[in-house]
């Protein structure tokens, strides 16, 4: 399988070469020899970028050291066409004015609401352009994650679904790597749905069961940096926010978006219907793996069939080559052989004369 113009690379290097093209499925030798020269014969980030470019994702070759404070979240598709966005929306209690006189009040007071809104938003958006948003530093997110599960355990007990004890982007890629829908909720610690969500929906028994059996599950409070930035990432408009997303396309996903106050049956019924809708998208990845690991497999036995067929040719030389040197230290072994007797019965025909 090695190529002529292979013949110059070292024996680590076409080493590199044969479990390059065997990891990425690549049968042209010569563009695997260009990628793995362009990372430097690092085959570990050669891999990973040829991946990441094929799946849309950003390189991961000579990222500068800046860049790495930000920690930039993985691409994912957040709005494609045959998303299903549900948004429950809270009804006003006792805020519906009644009668006549309670209209009247209600319409007398609306251009002062107005107001009285616009100014808040005016003082905010100042407050925010000369006080930048904490969150927005990112410091320690694995730690952010942790702080969560913690706190949530405090207020709402152990019995809740499994939280993914690591990064967003992490569970995103151990998500893709195992095929498997990912569950995201970002916790609102302040909106008035938010502990009503987690005692009755969230916590409940079967929502749990339902949950580690169908999904990877990742949580955050979006009040610290992580869960902030998931959440400029995912847009959500409201809480308690969830959000499904699989790889479909050959690019991680958010297939639905579930917005407000849930019920656990009405939650289970609509993760239910969009899993069952993209649960295809799975079995068709599922089915392109298999179909990879088994070239991967057929080109690992051909490159084991060539290595063997190839010592079997070095061993045939390196026998014809000893074979012919013992010939030719035979033939003159004879030839100084047959010397010696002539000198021999030269010297005798000398010393009779």
């Known amino acids: ?11 680590l290097q076409t080493e590199k070469l044969l479990q390059f093209q065997d990891l990425t499925g690549i049968d042209d030798m010569s563009r695997c020899r260009a990628i793995l020269e362009q990372h430097n014969w690092d085959i570990e980030v050669a891999v990973q970028d ?30 494609p066409s045959y998303q299903r966005v549900i948004t429950v929306m809270r009804q006003p209690q006792g805020l519906q004015p009644q009668g006549l006189v309670g209209w009247t009040f209600y319409i007398f007071l609306l251009p002062f609401r107005f107001v009285y809104s616009t100014l808040l938003d005016l003082i905010r958006f100042t407050f925010r352009l000369f006080r930048p948003d ?34 967003y982007s992490q569970a995103l890629t151990d998500a893709k790597k195992e095929l498997k829908f990912m569950l ?15 005692r009755r ?25 992580e869960g902030y930035r998931v959440s400029q990432a995912l847009q ?45 998208s799975l079995m068709l990845a599922r089915a392109d793996r298999q179909n990879r690991d088994l070239n991967q497999s057929i080109r690992q036995e051909q490159d084991v069939a060539y290595q063997e067929s190839l010592r079997a040719d070095q061993e045939k030389v390196r026998r014809k080559k000893e074979e012919h040197e013992r010939q030719e230290k035979e033939q003159e072994e004879e030839r100084n052989k047959i010397i010696e007797e002539e000198l021999h019965r030269e010297v005798i025909g000398y010393m009779v004369c």
């Open 201 to 225: 929906t969230l916590c409940d028994p079967e929502v749990v069961q339902f949950v580690n059996q169908r999904s990877l599950f990742w949580a955050c409070s979006v009040s610290t940096s």
């Open 1 to 11: 399988m090695a190529e002529g113009n292979n013949t110059d690379l070292s024996s």
């Open 184 to 198: 995201v909720y970002l916790h609102g610690d302040d909106h008035q749905d938010t502990d009503d969500f987690c």
């Open 50 to 79: 040829t991946l990441n470019e094929a799946e849309g994702l950003p390189s991961a070759f000579n990222q500068a050291p800046a860049n790495r404070n930000a920690d930039n979240l993985p691409v994912v598709n957040t709005g």
């Open 236 to 280: 959500e408009n409201t809480y308690p926010f969830l959000a499904l997303i699989v790889l479909r396309d050959a690019r991680m996903t958010v297939v639905a978006r579930i917005e407000g106050m849930v019920e656990k049956r009405f939650l289970m019924d609509k993760l239910n219907l969009v899993i069952t809708d993209n649960e295809a």
């Open 134 to 167: 904490p969150r927005r530093a990112l410091t320690d997110p694995v730690g952010d994650v942790m702080r969560f599960i913690k706190n949530f355990e405090e207020a709402y007990g152990s019995f809740h679904p499994t939280f993914y004890r690591g990064t």
